[in-house]
Nanobody, 123 residues
Framework: QVQLVESGGGLVQTGGSLRLSCEAS????????MAWFRQALGKEREFVAT????????LHAGFVKGRFTISRDNAKNTVYLQMTSLKPEDTAVYYC????????????????WGQGTQVTVSS
C-alpha cells in the first residue's frame, strides 16, 4: 500500500520560508510524477507544483513562480517544496500527490494523496 507522508508545515511570518517534505512508501519512487496542491479554508484544492520522475521537468503555478521550488531525491523517496517570500494568502493545507509516470496540473489525475500539512503565514 502506497503512503505519502508530508512534514515541515508550521507557522511563519510574512516573508519567511519553509520547506515541506513528502516521503513516499513505494517500491519504485522513480515511477511516479509527484506534485503539491494546497487548499485554503473554504476554497477548492489548487495545483502548486509538479515534477517528473527524473526531476528534469517541473511546472509551477503562476502565483508561486519565483517563490516556490519543487524538487525530489529519488534515493530518499522524497519530494520537497521550498517556499520563500511567504504571504498570508499562502496559508493553506498543503498536500502531496503522486501518479504514475506523467506530470499533470490537474488534481483529478492524481490517485495517491498524503494527509496534508498546515502552513500558516501571519501578517
Amino acid at each position: 500500500q502506497v503512503q505519502l507522508v508530508e512534514s515541515g508545515g508550521g507557522l511563519v511570518q510574512t516573508g519567511g520560508s519553509l520547506r515541506l517534505s513528502c516521503e513516499a512508501s513505494v517500491r519504485t519512487f522513480s515511477d511516479y510524477a509527484m506534485a503539491w496542491f494546497r487548499q485554503a479554508l473554504g476554497k477548492e484544492r489548487e495545483f502548486v507544483a509538479t515534477i517528473n520522475w527524473t526531476g528534469g521537468t517541473t511546472l509551477h503555478a503562476g502565483f508561486v513562480k519565483g517563490r516556490f521550488t519543487i524538487s525530489r531525491d529519488n534515493a530518499k523517496n522524497t519530494v520537497y517544496l521550498q517556499m520563500t517570500s511567504l504571504k498570508p494568502e499562502d496559508t493553506a493545507v498543503y498536500y502531496c500527490a503522486a501518479r504514475r509516470f506523467h506530470v499533470s496540473g490537474s488534481r483529478d489525475d492524481y490517485n495517491l494523496w498524503g494527509q496534508g500539512t498546515q502552513v500558516t503565514v501571519s501578517s
